[in-house]
Every structure is written in C-alpha cells, then in structure tokens.
C-alpha cells in the first residue's frame, strides 16, 4: 500500500480501504494503550481557509496520539498579514520546507487537487467545499464494518440531503466498489440524490431503490444513514430550506420500526433531525462513528508518512 | 484525594485544597527543573467560546510543563463552520473521543456543569460568564498561604467591584472555610458584596466589616485583594460605571498605609486601579500571583489525570 | 556568542552572524536527520497582535523541530477578554511566568524593544509595524552565503519598493558590514531608499548606484532582490500607489538579462511582481530563502534559549 495525497474518495479501491481499516483498528489498540511517541519527528500543519474545529481537533487528535507535533491555523485566509492575494500553490510550497503533512480545509471545490499538484509533502483533502471529503467516507465506511461486522450484502438507507451532502454522495460511491449492497435513497423531491451517482450505481449494477418514506424502509435496513438539511447550501432560497427540513426525524417512532442489530449513524452536527432520546439507544452510532473518525485519521497519517 | 470535574469553588473542602496545594508547591520543583515529560500521552482540549488567551496560555502551559499535549480553541462557537446550532453537550460527546480533560469557558452561567453532566473525562471550568472561576479562587488561596504563612487568621481587605466580581465572591467564600478569617468589604454603594455572601458569612459565624474609605482598613490588614471596576458587566449604565470607577486607586500613598508584611493582589488585568511606579515594591504580590496560576493548573491537572 | 533579546538587525556584528549561520547550517543536518528532542522542556510564547500564520508557523516549526512545546496566540489584541486596555508590559510580565522565550509580533514600532525591557526571559522580534522584521534580515544574508558562496564584494540589486521596505532597509544596513559590497537601488522616484540608509552608507565607504531601470543592473548583480510594493504602507494615498505598482515586473525577460550564476529573492508573500514562470528557473531562490528562515530561527532559539 503506497498512499501519497489523500484527495477524494474515490481513489481508494477496496485492497487498500482494507488494509487502512485494518491499520486503523490497531490504533484503537494503540490509543486505548495511551499513544505512541513514534511519530515524535514529524510535523503536521492544519490549513484551515474555514474554521471546522470538530475536524481539525481530530486530525490534531491522531496527530498527537501518534507522539507528533502540530502547527495550526483556522485562520489561512490571513496566511500572510500583508497580502491576501497569495496564490494557494505559493503557501503550499512554502509550508512543504515547515512540515511533513498538510491537512488542508477550504471552500472551494478542487483545491485540495491544486495543493497537491505542488506539493511534495502528502496533503490531505479535510474538506473542499461542497466537493470531496474523504477521510469522513472512510470513517463511514470503518463504522458500519466495525458495527455490522461486513459491508458485503448491507442495506443501506440513506435519508435527507441527498442532492447536496457530499457524505452521502461518497458514501454511496465507495460502497458501490462492495458486493451485494443495497441502498435506499430517503429524500423529498427537491433534495434527491443526483443523476450522476444514480447513473453510477447502474453501469456497476449496484441495487438502489428511491423512497420518499422513511418509516417503509426501516424494517429492512442495516443502516440508517441520517444527514441534516445544510441552510448554508440553499443560499437565499429560504422556502425551500424551510419545506426540506424537518421532513425525516429520527426519534423513538423510528427506533420502533428498525431492527434491533442496526444502526444510525450521523456525520455531525445533527441539529432536531435526530432527537436527544435516540442518543440512549445501543442503535444510536454517531457517536462511537465520530470517535472512529481519530483512528482511520491515525492510520491515514501513518500511511502517509511512511 | 479524588477530583474529577472542576466546576466551582464550592466543591472543594480545606483538606482537598490543602493536599491540591501541597501538590502545587511540587509543581513549583518541577517548573524550576524544567518540567517533567510523565504525561507525554496525554491530550488535554481547551474548548474557549470567548477568547482568553491569559486563562488559556496559563492551563496550555501547565499541560505542556507536565510533558503532555494540547488541542486548542478560542474559537468553539465555531465547532463546526456548518452548524452553528450544535448542543454544548454534543460537542463535549465528541471531545470525550479526543482528549483525557476539557477546560472550558464559556459566556453562560453554568456551561461547566452541563458540560461535565455529560463528560466521561474531567471537565474544567476556566470561567462562565458572571459564574465561577474555581481555579482563580484556587491560586487566590494559595498565593495568600505562601505569601503570607498561613490563612487561619487572615485579615484581608477585598476592593472595588465587589458585587459583580466573579474573583471576590468565590474567594470569600472559600476563606470561611478556614479559622479566625476577617474580611473587609471595601466598595462604593453601587457595588456592595451582595447579600448571599453576607448571609452565608453571618450563618458560618466569620467576621466581616463592610467599609466605604480603603485608608482606614489598610492599617489593619495582612491582603489588599484589589479589583477591577468591570465596564463590560454595567452593560449600558455608562453612568453608573463612571461613577464607580477610579474610586480606589492604590498608589504610594496606598502603600504607606500598609502593614511592612502584608501584600497587594489583584486577578489582573490591572489598567489604572494599580499605579505602575506600585510593581516595585516587594508587596506587589500580583505577578507572582498570576505565575501560581501555573502551579495550581498544574496540580489540578495531575489529580484529574489520576 | 551571547544573544539574549532579538530585537533588531543592528545589534548584529559580522562575528556574531557567521556563528549564528553556522549553527543555522547545522540545524539543515538536524533537520534533514528529523529533528532533535533536546528542548522538549522548553517552551516558546508566539505573541501575534496581527495574525502573520507564515512567520509564525516559521518560529513554530522551528521549535518543534528542536523537540519544544508551543503556546501560540495571533489574538493578541483579545489577551483578556475583558480589558482590552492592558499594556503590553504587563502582558510581558505574565508571560514570563509560562514561557521560556516569547516571539512578538506587532503593529507599533519600537513594541519589541518596549516588551524586551520588562522581560527575563528572551525577546524576539518577529515585525514590528514599518519598523524592524530581524530574523527576516538574517535569513536573507544567510541565503546570500549559502546561494553565492560569500558575501564579501557581493553586488546585489535591490527593486521595488525601497522606501517603506522594512527588509530592504534592514539587509543594506546589515549588508554594509561586510567588505566590498555594491548595492543598486532600482526604484521609482516616490519609493526611493530613504536618505538615512544612504548617508549611513556614505559614511562607511560602501558603494552604492541608484538607478531606475532594472534592465540595466541584471547583467551587473549577483542577486536580485524583489519586493512587493505593499498597498498597506500607502493608506489612501491610491493614485500612487497604482503609479507604482506594476513598474519592476520579474518575468522570462529578466532572466535572459541575469547572470547564470546569480540568484533572484524576495520575502514572499509575492504577488504580480515575480511571474509564476520564473518558480523553475534555477535561479529563483525565494522558496529555499523561506526554507532558510527555518535554520535561521532554529539557531537563534538556540542560542537564545542557552
């Protein structure tokens, strides 16, 4: 396995999503061990061109359980004080001679491809926009193994923003690479997930059934996939956020109608699409998913760096 | 001794704090040997949602003295640049996968509790809003016994802001746990210590003066626990504030006043209530002060860590 | 060699800059070996009263190379969230309480000088305001020597903007200690070097040309050496600075009228003034001139923190 940038989900095949989540489940050894100090050489940078602190405390995380060090910026817009109109190329050349991996966040689509063009340390995608963010489908796909025990023959339902969630949409593309998974596209008209995915799902023959109830669905799930309607993406069309939203809850109603060895996972933050009194239920992934998101990090770091 | 959550003055109890100030003056070996590397596997999150970079510099440096690593924030409205709307609980859900203690402030009285109701890890309170500050009132204390010998005894004036001083009011009620305290409450009518203090004193049987003219008590006393007038807690009575500021200032003359053994403290920042040409004299206790914060958020943190 | 406080470029003979850059050579072997733990007690204070996230990633990296920790602020302003109004030289004295060597970066002039005389522990200015920028002078004549060989009897050309250049200012200062130096002053009439560096450079014999066509010192310099003409040092004086703008642009062209053994600089960030197409020439060295502000601050912390 021989892992450079890490950009898009797509550039993982099933070998190597096999070996990453192998790495990642000695690093829950590793962590429940209290850390290593292996990595004490090395240096991590946090590009963030927006504030995320939830992933950037993640990355950072598994950096420092690894024993290495981390410099950090949430504030990259300002990478210099005096000219704003830096290219992005020119920081990243510049932080190739400060640290030995760069964790980039940005709003604009394809610019985790651009650091990378120029870069000869790894970069890592943390998230461009409305495009990629791969190390949240592999920490997906790494819960619902863990959780499920395969990801062979799952059945999968995948509810609410479908059109503009880019989890679900690399969701759905790397489990098109298993056999046997169905998936049920949960959505109101408006939010449906796109045709170029569906489109995908049909050339590799992968089953999809498109539903816009989700209580028909539950019984024949493994996992609820849940999502919540992004305002931010609809910019000021204020009356379609207000229709799509609040469409899907997930509360102890659908608790009832699911079997009792599945699971909902959640990429968080959820906001009222999942209530409070789910969280008690052992069914109730998000939680443990996010945690899982440190250790599929770790190995991605211990890859990278090899 | 076993301490988890630190969430306000009143937890602790005079053997706690007694133990918890043995283990500082430790600190105070370690410091001078440059630190120990016992808790390099060690992660600890400083969740700001206002800025501090005082507070946070103090326990960021305590960390790093014990050898440990920190993940940091002055930014956590900003958890995650997408939902604005997460639960403070969530958020603190999430941490518990990533480090082995939070130290939180927050704007709400009472976000230190809420946060801890749902933390596995020890949570830390550096400060919620008009609420508590244990770990000031902590180092308050323990300046006070190093500075002074003991705190049985003590005669100490506290001034200014009384009222609305987060600082006072936890110190006051920690010195009535201990013998022979006499505090004298320094301030103009407008920000009198208020009534709970004063009942809870007169209940515990511990001697108070309240007094308007700061020359009359200096003569008396071991501590001069200088405040600050607040503008940001008048809100907009702008009137009012003027009024009440610049009431006490302590200068030379201040000091001429003042017992030969007795210290001035203050929880800083300082802007004209303390004259500069005061920093000189050996009474001018407050830096030393702010630098037991060190020691103190360095004790805290190893018994949490247990 | 005793070096204490970094405060500006003046206070370094040629002695101590030769040490200092042998240290810095060294630190390329540490570096290339992947760093040391030597400091891994130590801890350095990143003081930014503007963010600047390249220089102070620079300083961060440095010191985690040499195994130390890092307590790091761009925030400055905010030190306490609720008095803005604290002085920088109480701000200074509490920080001596946590750090082992602190780095400042401000907008006043003169803050660096102001904050080293109330503090123990080492001072190093990383800019302040138009004034002094000194690790930025060190690397540059660092890269000099390492790129050319020597520095003694260099002829370098300095173009742009002159006048209100900082680095340009501090390198002929630094620049006209050394034996046989010609400097050529290549700029418009409004951003001309300024009288004082010219006198200082008549009094000790150092040649120097002005010029205002760039084309006609190329085939004459060993280095060339670019700067931005900065926007912000104009405040809204915005005719001249669009006159000035734009006038030395760095392109293919230049290159053909350089020297083959010569060198092109700049303090980066660049924007317009060097074209993208210059990056793979051999000569452009303004990525390996950043890469050297890493030694450089490496072998200042060193001898600093002693």
Redesign the interface.
Known sequence: MNLHHVIEAQQFDVPTMLKLFDTAAKMETVVAG??I?DY????M?TLFY?????T???F??AM??L?G?V??????A??????K??TLE??I???N???DVIVIRHKEVGSAKRAAAVSRVPVINAGDGAGQHPTQALLDLYTIRKEIGTIDGLRIAMVGDLAQGRTVRSLAYLLSKFRGVTMYFVAPPLLKMKEDILEHLREHKVSFVEETALDKVLPEVDVVYQT?V?K?RFGDRIADYEKCRGVYIINQDTLRGMKPKSIIMHP????EEITMEVDEDPRAAY?RQ??N??YVRMALLTHVLK
Chains 1, 2, 3 share one sequence.
């Open positions: 209290g850390g100090t004490q050489n090395r240096i940078a927006e504030p995320s602190t939830r950037r405390f993640s950072e995380t420092h359980r024993g060090h410099i950090s910026t949430e504030n990259a300002e990478f210099s004080s005096v000219a109109g830096e020119d920081t050349r510049i932080l001679g400060y640290a919540r992004q931010e968080l933050p959820r906001l939680f996010a945690q998101g440190l």
